[in-house]
């Protein structure tokens, strides 16, 4: 009997590793990685009237208003592929009121992993960060470097990776955190975030599998 797809929710300051624990995740597990931040990079690449909107919150490292976001995301949620294979939210609720949102759709995680990574490694994660317009692979110059010259020639940098933006996107994670993690005390998990990424890996692996076992039991008559 096949058991119900998984659901799982990913949080964590700017640069905690979100994307780069997402990439190891989805390969193993096989989910729809659906991340907030990707689809509004989308729609400001695009240039739509929600794109242009949007950059200028992104800019500023504030929260794009729930308008834009709470549709966007939601209307991914409910594609086939991703209520078939189970998904990854990244990124997202982000505030009390995206949580909400979900909640009064009956939208529910079966695990919201923490990642927990000191705010001064932050800053030094977000400069380093480059990436791959190709594959859309996430690399770091010092620590997850380009595979061969020709990668590293086309890496590119987000519009928000500057040391002045980063300390205002971890402003306002620290401002709406606690109110997120209020919502899904009772299936968050806390993983230590500032470790080589393999062993964040391992830690969100196991925690993975108890879910998946969990969720693969026949509900026993009590
Ligand atoms: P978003 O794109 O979500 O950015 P973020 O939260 O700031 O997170 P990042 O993508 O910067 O980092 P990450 O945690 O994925 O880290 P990564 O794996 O890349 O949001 C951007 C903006 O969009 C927001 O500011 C907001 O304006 C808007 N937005 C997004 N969601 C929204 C929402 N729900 N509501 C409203 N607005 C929203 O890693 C970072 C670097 O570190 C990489 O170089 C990586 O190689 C390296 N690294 C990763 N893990 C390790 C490790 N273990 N050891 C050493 N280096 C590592």
Redesign the pocket.
């Known amino acids: 009997q096949k058991s119900e797809p998984l659901k799982i929710m990913i949080a ?12 190891l995740i989805t390969k193993k597990y096989g989910l729809v990685h659906i ?4 689809l ?2 989308a729609e400001v690449a695009q240039g739509t009237a929600n794109g242009k909107k ?1 950059k200028e ?2 800019e ?7 308008e ?2 709470v549709t966007m ?1 939601k209307e991914r949620l409910l594609q086939q592929d991703a209520q078939e294979k189970g998904w990854l939210l ?6 009390l009121s ?1 949580a909400t949102a979900l909640e009064n759709l009956q939208i529910r995680p079966d695990l919201f992993i923490l ?1 927990d ?1 000191p705010d001064e ?2 800053v030094e ?2 400069i ?3 990436l791959d317009p190709v594959t859309g692979k ?7 470097p380009p595979e061969t010259q020709e990668i590293a020639n086309r890496l590119t940098q ?1 519009f ?2 500057t040391e002045e ?2 300390k ?2 971890l402003k ?2 620290h401002q709406n955190v606690e109110a997120v993690l209020s919502i899904y005390e009772e299936v968050i998990i806390k993983v230590k ?5 393999e ?2 890996f391992a830690d969100i692996d196991a925690a993975l599998s108890v879910v998946l076992e969990s969720k693969a039991k026949p509900i026993s008559a009590a």
């Open positions: 964590g300051a700017p640069a905690s590793g979100k994307g780069t624990q997402c990439e991340a907030a931040g990707d509004l990079r949007a919150y992104m500023k490292g504030m929260l794009v208003p729930d834009i976001v995301v990244d990124g997202y609720p982000r505030s995206q990642l990574v490694i932050l994660r977000v380093g960060r480059r996430i690399y770091h110059l010092k620590y997850s987000r928000d990776d933006k980063v205002l996107r306002t994670h975030g500032d470790l080589p990424k062993t964040v």
